[in-house]
């Protein structure tokens, strides 16, 4: 092992390749709670694969074709990890965390209360709590560490820490592969609120993206049946945790609250739905 993440235990294989595996780890406001969610590491890793897949004529993804079986001798544990497990090339993760939104919700919501826009992009007045925006809008943001808070920062901040040409495509690319999956979600009755995305490169500066990508754990899905402008919609995904939390008086840092077994079955319950609906 060489990393843990709030959710990926990350291995080294050799100087090209990384085991990822998903963990049923449950982490919200940065904070990894006491308690897993059964099977969520394996929605995770097939739900990733599938827009892998979709998107790989915008941009090439991190996987590499290399088995399981291939780097561990043990069958037994190789079994156990087939289906939250990926092998992965070896690359420089970009420092930043791509976030898309096409709705106004979450801390998108909070800075333009406070500011009237959101990573400095100026929005419409009068737009109320999971409006639809005008445009889909790249707002980025720094990565923390563990236990701390990501930071909405602006696109210039983003040019100053990687350079214009690699922000403007990494920016380009995000909105694209976002506009694909909300088509696609949508005409299977989810709303992706937004999203984010990481990116990396190899050494001759080639662009992947990285980590995971469209799933529960990394975007909003909502219900666009019961989708309603002016309150946090019913989601599909760990905001249902993110509304638990908020009923208690909890300072949002570790350690997390326990989480009761009713909650983290219907989180379960509402991942495995949402990777049925959009992969089949």
């Known amino acids: ?19 990822l595996v998903a963990t049923d780890r449950l982490s919200a406001y940065d904070v990894v709670m006491p308690s897993p969610v059964p099977g969520k590491g394996e929605v995770l890793t097939k739900m990733s ?26 069958s037994e544990v190789a079994a156990a990890l087939q289906s939250r497990s990926t092998i992965v090339r070896r690359l420089k993760p970009l420092p930043i ?11 998108g919501w909070n800075d333009y209360q406070a500011t009237g826009g959101i990573c400095g992009i100026k929005l419409p007045e009068g737009l109320k709590q999971a409006s639809r925006l005008p445009e889909t809008i790249f707002t980025p943001a720094t ?9 909405n920062v602006s696109f210039e901040r983003v040019v100053a820490m990687i350079g214009l040409k690699l922000a403007t495509r ?14 696609h979600a949508l005409e299977r ?22 980590d995971e990508m469209l799933t529960p754990d990394s975007s909003r899905f909502w219900p666009s049946a019961e989708y309603e402008v002016g309150i946090s919609p ?32 219907r989180t379960g319950e509402k991942y495995r739905e949402a990777l049925t609906i959009l992969t089949s």
């Open 234 to 265: 019913p989601s599909f995904d760990k905001q249902f945790v993110r509304d638990y939390l908020e009923t208690l008086d909890w300072n949002k840092t570790a350690p997390g609250p326990d989480i009761p077994e009713e909650i983290l079955r």
């Open 97 to 107: 965390e791509s976030v898309v939104r096409g709705y106004l919700i979450g801390s």
């Open 170 to 183: 990494v920016r380009d690319i995000s909105i694209r592969i976002y506009e694909r999956a909300a088509r």
């Open 143 to 151: 990565k923390a560490e563990a236990g701390d808070h990501d930071e």
């Open 49 to 74: 694969n599938f827009w892998f897949a979709m998107m790989e004529d915008i941009i090439p993804n991190h996987l590499t074709n290399k088995s399981l079986a291939s780097v561990i001798s043990d």
């Open 189 to 210: 009755g989810i709303i992706i609120a937004d999203t984010k995305f990481e990116f990396g490169q190899d050494d001759e500066g080639k662009l992947y993206v990285i």
């Open 1 to 19: 092992m060489i990393a843990r993440g709030k959710v990926r235990d990350i291995y080294g294989i050799d100087d090209e390749h990384l085991l």
